[in-house]
């Protein structure tokens, strides 16, 4: 059961969710939102709702494979939209820093975005890591939809959500075993 007294939802691109939803994907490439209050990226929450971000998705940094979902992740969005729905929480597991491009080149083939893009977000403010942010998963059993509020706008990736969300069920996208495989790739990848 999820219920948080001041819930928060982490925003990230509505196909990355898509896949984390899928069980595709366990982690997140962060180093933050271009309107960043503090202009780096901390982890300010360990449990938190996903929110998808429309904005800047671009297909070409995306691996063949993964392309040509984008435009499913559009359907029903516009900028001016009343509502938002969640459809996704999840709780961090392991923020891992990654310095140099070595570490990033053993993950490529555990993600679904292309090397241009995770270089890119490496070079991106030089002197701070990258944050690999390993993710456990939950779908809601009943997606959530909430007013959608101009704080929930722009590139940032925290929201605070400015209403009391209900009690809400989940499962879990990948069983105990599924995500421990992945994450012991992950970790076998980056030693």
Same mark, same amino acid.
């Given at each position: ?18 896949? #984390? ?11 933050? %939102? ?24 671009? *297909?070409?940094? #995306?691996?063949?494979?993964?392309? %040509? /979902? ?12 009343? *509502? ?9 597991v392991?923020?891992?820093?990654i ?19 995770? *270089? =890119? /977000? #490496?070079? &991106?403010?030089?002197? *701070? ?6 993710? /456990? ?15 929930? /706008?722009?590139?940032?990736? &925290?929201?605070?959500?400015? =209403?009391?969300?209900?009690e #809400?069920q ?14 012991? =790739? ?6």
């Amino acid at each position: 059961m999820i219920q948080q007294a001041n819930p928060v939802a982490f925003k990230e691109w509505a196909v990355t969710v898509d896949s #984390l939803l899928k069980g595709e994907l366990i982690f997140v490439l962060r180093k933050g %939102g271009i309107s960043e209050e503090t202009k780096h990226f901390a982890l300010s929450s360990h449990q938190f709702y996903l929110m998808p971000a429309y904005e800047h998705q671009k *297909e070409h940094l #995306l691996k063949p494979a993964y392309q %040509g /979902r984008i435009p499913d992740t559009m359907k029903g969005w516009s900028p001016d939209q009343s *509502e938002m729905k969640l459809e996704g929480y999840a709780e961090a597991v392991e923020d891992i820093l990654i310095h140099d491009m070595d570490k990033l080149k053993a993950v490529s083939n555990l993600h679904i975005w292309t090397a241009q893009f995770a *270089e =890119e /977000r #490496l070079k &991106w403010k030089k002197t *701070e890591p990258l944050h690999l942010i390993v993710l /456990r998963v939950y779908r809601l059993m009943e997606p959530v939809t909430t007013a959608m509020q101009d704080a929930y /706008r722009g590139c940032r990736s &925290w929201v605070n959500i400015e =209403e009391s969300l209900p009690e #809400l069920q989940y499962e879990p996208v990948l069983t105990d075993e599924q995500f421990s495989i992945k994450y012991k =790739e992950l970790k076998l990848a980056l030693t």
